[in-house]
């Protein structure tokens, strides 16, 4: 009889490809780093070569590693259909990620269609920067992304555009001028945050960053505090506890993709894809791309407006 390939072994191979190393992957395992480590040398005992190696504290696979990784995938595929039709195992689940911009409808549709395709899986969701979720995509522990295209290096699918509007507490005004427009959003690098910049700058308007936060929570939490104005993709709701702000110039839509792992199910990728963009088409505001009339310098913006509010506390 022939070196046989033990499945457990074969999990803990993938386990470490698309958790990037070791330890996550034992982690995600339940199981110890030794244990995960025992299991990828049973492997190389029975290919008769190596298929990891160290490059300073990160994991490489050898190019017999990765054949090895590429047929692993497959049996592990055909192992847990076969278990789940046989045995009644837990249904297969699929990862789909997002940006937190429109995740509250763009993640409902993605749900809809993943389960009119593949009825019995599960769904589960990861929330995350743009770049991340394209990175994630790529090691395999997300299926499909939905993220924002010029925050990634992926072109990936176009799948429409998102529209941008400015946000900010009922009642608030901006300083009087000279002071500069006081903005928050989310901490660079960030494409909505750019996006605010450049409009602004374009029309003449002075701004400045009062807010940074790592995640969108804490630039809608600031903008409620009354500290400033925000541009955000909000599929045309307005944030609980926040108004349009309409003294500022329109922002255009920011481009959208959505990136599929290799192997995923083609027929819940297309429907998926094609249920984001009905969204975003819907969501798309007359002549938003047509050219807008010059908006007053900001010394003008400023003058026509009331003092500023003192926020609530």
Do not use: K
Request: proline share 9%; aromatic share 4%; net charge neutral.
């Amino acid at each position: 009889m022939g070196p046989v390939f033990d499945i457990v072994a074969l999990r803990s191979l993938v386990a470490v490809a698309d958790r990037g190393g070791f330890h996550r992957a034992a982690e995600a395992l339940t199981l110890s780093q030794s244990a995960v480590s025992q299991h990828v040398r049973r492997l190389e005992r029975a290919l008769g070569r190596p298929v990891v190696e160290r490059a300073g504290r990160a994991t490489r696979f050898t190019e017999a590693g990765n054949l090895l990784l590429e047929e692993a995938r497959r049996i592990l595929g055909v192992h847990d259909e076969a278990a789940r039709r046989l045995l009644g195992s837990e249904p297969a689940t699929v990862v789909i990620g997002s940006t937190e911009h429109g995740a509250d409808q763009i993640l409902p549709r993605i749900t809809e269609a993943v389960h009119g395709t593949l009825p019995h899986c599960r769904v589960r969701f990861r929330i995350d920067r743009s770049a991340r979720l394209v990175e994630a995509v790529d090691r395999r522990s997300v299926d499909l992304a939905v993220y924002v295209t010029e925050a990634a290096s992926t072109e990936g699918m176009q799948v429409g555009g998102m529209p941008l509007n400015w946000y900010a507490a009922p009642g608030w005004s901006p300083p009087p001028a000279p002071a500069p427009l006081p903005l928050v959003a989310v901490a660079a690098p960030c494409a909505i945050r750019r996006r605010a910049l450049d409009v602004l700058s374009t029309h003449g308007i002075a701004a400045s960053v009062v807010c940074d936060a790592g995640y969108l929570a804490g630039v809608l939490e600031a903008a409620r505090a009354g500290l400033g104005v925000a541009l955000l993709a909000t599929a045309g709701r307005a944030p609980e506890g926040l108004v349009a702000y309409a003294g500022l110039p329109r922002a255009p839509a920011i481009r959208m993709s959505a990136h599929a792992r290799p192997g995923a199910d083609p027929a819940m990728v297309m429907h998926a894809v094609e249920a984001v963009r009905s969204l975003l088409v819907g969501l798309e505001r007359p002549g938003a791309d047509a050219p807008q009339p010059p908006y007053p310098a900001p010394e003008t913006l400023v003058a026509d407006l009331t003092p500023p509010a003192v926020p609530a506390r």
